[in-house]
């Protein structure tokens, strides 16, 4: 585990991390696009509009999954008091904020030609909504709270309390009539989804998760560098 007190080294190493993962988001996402914009087929329903699945799956995906992550490290720093755990989870918080968002606003148009209408209160969508809420108070927690202690805990908590919303987001389908579609991708069942949509599907997926990889570098290394300035450099 990264040492949160000893930043000089991890510095370094950091920087070298961030220029292979950026070149590799670069050639992921270039792939994925060609894949997703020309190789992969149109639906046979919604026509090309499916094509912002591309898109919206991954990022809710991904927003669902740093999140979670978050979490699980909460309670790390909650009850251990774990500091480096505290500044994965808040390097974490920005990318899966900006993910929640494009999952939302690629739903919306997505759903203006599929449903006839921008927004709908539906159970998916508005558990989604408040994931994106979850996010904002955690950062938040952060921005207004001075005292560092008191911010760990604050989001901390509030981490904890959002990990309660997110089996909601994954079985909000099949608990209510919704007008979200079920799962098409799923781990211990078979995958609905055709291979040819599946392909762009999983590539793109990768290219995001590259990127949020890539965010969190810079977050962790801005913070790194905070510690570095004010002298904090003990065990």
Do not use: C
């Amino acid at each position: 585990m990264i040492n949160y007190f000893n930043p000089n080294n991890t510095l370094k190493i950091i920087n070298k991390i961030q220029k292979f993962v950026f070149a590799l988001f670069v050639i992921v996402l270039l792939l994925g696009l060609v894949e997703a914009l020309v190789l992969s087929p149109e639906d046979y329903k919604q026509s090309d509009s499916v094509r912002i699945m591309y898109v919206h799956v991954p990022s809710a995906w991904i927003s669902l999954g740093i999140f979670s992550v978050i979490s699980i490290l909460s309670f790390g720093v909650f009850v251990f008091k774990n500091k480096n755990f505290s500044l994965i989870t808040k390097s974490l918080a920005p990318s899966g904020f900006v993910f929640s968002i494009i999952a939302l606003v690629t739903g919306s148009i997505w759903g203006k030609p599929t449903w006839g209408t921008w927004w709908a209160w539906d159970a998916r969508i508005t558990s989604m909504l408040l994931l994106s809420i979850f996010y904002l108070l955690f950062i938040t927690s952060w921005k207004i709270t001075t005292d560092t202690s008191k911010a760990e805990k604050i989001s901390s908590i509030i981490a904890i309390i959002g990990l309660i919303n997110i089996p909601v987001i994954k079985f909000s389908v099949e608990w209510w009539n919704t007008l979200h579609q079920p799962a098409s991708v799923k781990i211990l069942e078979e995958t609905t989804i055709h291979s040819s949509m599946l392909t762009p599907l999983a590539i793109m997926t990768a290219a995001f998760a590259l990127f949020s990889l890539l965010i969190f570098l810079m977050k962790y290394n801005t913070e790194l560098l905070k510690i570095k300035n004010k002298g904090l450099n003990r065990l």
